[in-house]
């Protein structure tokens, strides 16, 4: 399936007499996407929770993107097969531009386990000229397994799940990430205190 083929015809862009410059400016700080990536159980969405609580507490407009949340409406018609998986991505990558595009933070946090995948979404981004942020929330699959904060390790152990990541289907681990988070090794507020430091190193947010 070729997700990325525009079936559309005699669509035109229409642009506004908004900039994104003057969006950004408006709201004082430059939007950028973080994503997160990793094992289910590494702790994605808890950093990401903890990430835009503080964000949220310093003054800047933040907006979280959930695995499960997204998957609960405007991706409630994919499942877990490879090609609903890169659909899901893209989606998420398509939505994370937009908020970006506003001005916003986005802290989006999905397994996305194909490198490719991850890819098109950074592409998105940098073909606009946006900040994208590809955070590894990196654990060991043992790890991960032995947390299990949702029994779906249990689960797919027992065949009870399919098409599940790090047991049947498999994690490709990022190559370049700008920031590895070794949720087993650091606290959450260590997280939170790197994630904020890469942005203000970014340029979103002030030194």
Same mark, same amino acid.
């Not at 642009?15 to 950028?32: K, M």
């Not at 407009?61 to 659909?87: H, K, P, Q, W």
């Not at 990430?177 to 430091?197: G, N, R, W």
């Given at each position: 399936?070729?997700?990325?083929? =525009?079936?559309?015809?005699?669509?035109?862009?229409?642009?506004?007499?908004?900039?994104?410059?003057?969006? =950004?400016?408006?709201?004082? =700080?430059?939007?950028?996407?973080?994503?997160?990536t990793?094992?289910?159980?590494?702790?994605?969405?808890?950093?990401?929770?903890?990430?835009?609580?503080?964000?949220?507490?310093?003054?800047?407009?933040?907006?979280?993107?959930?695995?499960?949340?997204?998957?609960?409406?405007? @991706?409630?018609?994919?499942?877990?097969?490879?090609?609903?998986?890169?659909?899901?991505?893209?989606?998420?990558?398509?939505?994370?531009?937009?908020?970006? /595009?506003?001005?916003?933070?986005?802290?989006s946090?999905?397994?996305?386990?194909?490198?490719? /995948?991850?890819?098109?979404?950074?592409k998105?981004?940098?073909?606009?000229?946006? @900040?994208?942020?590809?955070?590894?929330? /990196?654990?060991?699959?043992?790890?991960?397994?032995?947390?299990?904060?949702?029994?779906?390790?249990?689960?797919?152990?027992?065949?009870?799940?399919?098409?599940?990541?790090?047991i049947?289907?498999?994690?490709?681990?990022?190559?370049?990430?700008?920031?590895?988070?070794?949720?087993?090794?650091?606290?959450?507020?260590?997280?939170? /205190?790197?994630?904020?430091?890469?942005?203000? =190193?970014?340029?979103c947010?002030?030194?």
């Amino acid at each position: 399936m070729e997700n990325t083929t =525009q079936k559309a015809t005699n669509v035109t862009w229409h642009d506004g007499e908004v900039s994104r410059l003057e969006r =950004q400016t408006l709201l004082g =700080q430059l939007g950028a996407t973080v994503w997160f990536t990793g094992l289910s159980g590494a702790g994605k969405s808890t950093i990401a929770v903890a990430v835009e609580k503080e964000l949220h507490k310093r003054g800047h407009l933040v907006y979280r993107l959930d695995g499960d949340n997204i998957r609960m409406g405007i @991706n409630r018609n994919l499942g877990f097969s490879a090609e609903d998986r890169t659909e899901n991505i893209r989606r998420i990558g398509e939505i994370a531009k937009l908020f970006v /595009d506003a001005g916003l933070i986005v802290l989006s946090s999905f397994i996305s386990p194909y490198r490719s /995948d991850r890819q098109l979404v950074r592409k998105l981004h940098e073909d606009a000229g946006m @900040n994208f942020i590809e955070c590894f929330v /990196d654990v060991p699959l043992a790890e991960a397994e032995l947390r299990d904060p949702k029994g779906l390790y249990k689960k797919a152990r027992a065949g009870e799940i399919r098409n599940f990541t790090g047991i049947d289907d498999p994690y490709e681990a990022p190559e370049s990430p700008e920031l590895v988070l070794p949720s087993h090794q650091l606290s959450l507020e260590e997280e939170v /205190d790197a994630v904020l430091k890469k942005l203000a =190193q970014c340029g979103c947010l002030p030194e």
